[in-house]
């Protein structure tokens, strides 16, 4: 049963240049058990851009972002290993390497958090290590 809930989203990166992140709120929906599960919502970026994302999580070991609208994305992050995954922005496409160092999870029915610890490449070379917490809850509005 789809049920909204409030989601909290921290994405932060650290790069050559330096640390940086973003934290943003959205209502959406969590289904599915504690162990295979997913979370959909809808972003806004700056300017103006709006996507809709899901993110299917697969035994604790894996999960999927999907993201469509203005900027697009198929992401894949699995413990220990490397997938080569698309990402899209307004000004064209890529295809980025995503290998995940760590998948945490502690959701259950009404909410709990998701932690992905992943870098990404691009033509080899090292662009970023991410780390994504999802903190989900019951939505109270």
Known sequence: MRKERFIKIKDLQTTPEGEDGIETTAYGYLMGNADDYTLGYEEE???GLKSRTKIIV???RSASIL???DISSEITVE???RHSCRYSTPYGDMMIGVYAQDIFS???PRGGQLELNYTVDCNGSLI???QM???VSD???
């Open 133 to 135: 917490v999802i903190e």
């Open 67 to 69: 993201r469509v609208g």
């Open 128 to 130: 970023a290590r991410k």
């Open 79 to 81: 413990t220990g290993k």
């Open 58 to 60: 697969r035994g604790r």
């Open 106 to 108: 502690s959701m259950g």
């Open 45 to 47: 970026f700056g300017d």
């Open 139 to 141: 939505a109270i509005r």
